[in-house]
């Protein structure tokens, strides 16, 4: 969980995604078309993917990419979308 909490604090915004999915490349595409830049974390592609899917469903995310996760410290706690 500390990973996953250093990771969304490193950017205002951060999303875990998976690499397969359409939806989550929408939302990076939708982020970036706004001119943000979000960290992006595909779970499924990082070696640590499946300790941050674990620390995602002990904050509530539940599954953890529905299809994606958002995490914005500006925002407040997590954000799922």
């Known amino acids: 969980m500390d ?9 205002a915004a951060a999303i875990f995604t998976k ?7 929408s939302i990076k595409t939708l982020f970036y078309d706004l001119g943000a830049s979000p960290a992006v974390y595909e ?16 904050l509530g995310c539940n599954p953890t990419v529905q299809p994606c996760s958002l995490v914005a410290h500006t925002l407040g706690p997590l954000r799922t979308c």
């Open 3 to 11: 990973r996953v909490s250093e990771l969304a604090r490193s950017k």
């Open 43 to 58: 779970l499924d592609r990082d070696p640590t993917g499946r300790e941050m899917e674990s620390a995602l469903q002990k």
């Open 19 to 25: 690499s397969s999915c359409c939806m989550c490349h």
